[in-house]
């Protein structure tokens, strides 16, 4: 590893445990309900959820990511991205602390509304950190391995939490918080971008310095320059927050991360995470127990998002997302046949291999474009002030969806079978796949000032400068 990418990696080590300690809060749930459905043995929890209890346990998630979107945008716009990402091991503590001594369905609510909270920080700005830290040519392999740890975190949860007590399953997280604070007080750079917004020049310089180990003094100074002209044609564009949207290109790139940030859970990705086991048990597939097909899903997603790593940077961003929402199109379509075919009574025993199948194809198209490209979109195509706003907007918008459909979906597949769920998210990533493919423009290969130029139509002056 060169000293470039070593003190890239470095300063986002933080933002990469804070995804490990989502997927973990993620994971927790799948394995957590099946305990709270238990009667006897240890692993029970401590108490026994009544009527709609788990439904709110799992979808009160959602709000959680809401409140803390919007809760962190004023750290965010005021004191920076790094003061931003400090605010997630506070509420992931206070999650761990209310699990293990909670003893009610509302102690455990409350829980989850943090470890949501924590969620809405990691999926707003995490992201946004490291598209503004990174070069070029480390920012999508970088934003796409801070999204691999996420099912990576969900993967220790299950393979954990199906197997330790209530207790254990509850606390295991702790040491990973403890590194996270770590890594964020001792080794995170505030962002180049942020700092010439405040026209902070000398932290400028020494963030970029800290952040380009290996590049000559003249390359720094290319780049400082590249970065404060950009962020100065941002501000004189929008002195106001009513004149932001009001540059060339700034609504459309605005409606393009909404779009594609906002949609995941009506894609279906958020409800297939949440309900991974309980969607092998409906299916009454039993080639592998649900645990072992939930495990299998996760290290395929893991697999898939290891691929987006490899290929970002050579198919494109388009491309890449245009072909993962056909695989989840494709999936979540033959997953809805069977689900069909078993509601109305008929015999798929021998057909019981189709719903492994189906949600590996949907998981692989997720953790290879869907979940992840999504993230790169935002980072690139958003100029700075937009940033602090849309953000928020897209977790409001994918938080307040994912409460509905995590919500309505046990209810309407008991009523209506499960088919019809599977149905909807068919026709919503056929949408996104010609969404993508008709009105995303491609980003690949440029810098963010190169971006933010095309955006206003212009052409780059500086196209030779290693802008991050």
Known sequence: MSSLVACQVKSVLGVM???????????????????????????????LPEGEDISWIISLFDIGVMLGSWSSTVVFTLAGRRQTVLVGPVTLTLWVILTSI???????????????????IALSFSYIY?????????????????????????LIAYLLGSNVPWIWQS?????????????????????????????????????????????SDQEIRDEMEAIQRSVKQQQEDAT????????????????????????????????????TQQIFG?????????????????????????FAMYMVERVGRRVQLTLAAC????SSLGLSAYFYALFQGTDMTAWNWVPLLTLLVYIFGVGGGINTIPQVLMSELLDQRAKAVIAPVCMTIMALTSFGINKAFMTVGNQSGFWVPFLFFACTNACIALFTLFVVPETKGKTLVEVQE????KRSPSKEVLAA
């Not at 127990?289 to 290891?306: K, M, N, T």
């Not at 095309?454 to 139509?457: D, I, V």
Request: hydrophobic residues 55%; neutral net charge; aromatic residues 6%.
């Open 130 to 154: 490291v598209g503004e830290v990174t070069t070029r040519q480390h920012r999508g392999p970088l934003i796409l391995a801070v999204t691999l740890l996420m099912p990576t975190g969900q």
């Open 454 to 457: 095309m955006l206003r139509g």
């Open 240 to 275: 106001t927050w009513s004149e932001m949207f009001s540059p060339p290109g700034a609504k459309k790139a605005a409606f393009i991360v909404v779009v594609e940030s906002s949609a995941l859970a009506l894609l279906g990705v958020t409800n297939v995470l949440a309900y």
């Open 327 to 330: 695989a989840t199109c494709a």
């Open 17 to 47: 445990l804070l995804s490990l300690l989502e997927g973990m809060a993620i994971g927790w749930a799948s394995p957590g309900i099946e305990k709270m459905t238990v009667v006897d043995g240890e692993n029970e929890a401590p108490f």
């Open 102 to 120: 909670g003893s009610s369905s509302t102690m455990l609510i409350v829980a989850r509304m943090l470890a949501g909270m924590g969620m809405g």
């Open 171 to 215: 606390v295991y997280p702790v040491p990973f918080i403890v590194a996270m604070l770590a890594c964020v007080m001792f080794f995170m750079q505030e962002t180049p971008y942020y700092l010439a917004g405040k026209n902070r020049v000398e932290e400028l310089e020494k963030s970029l310095r800290a952040l380009r180990v290996g590049l």
């Open 282 to 306: 409906f299916a009454k597939a039993e080639i592998l127990s649900a645990v072992l097909s939930s495990v299998l899903v996760i290290l395929v997603e893991i697999g898939a998002i290891v």
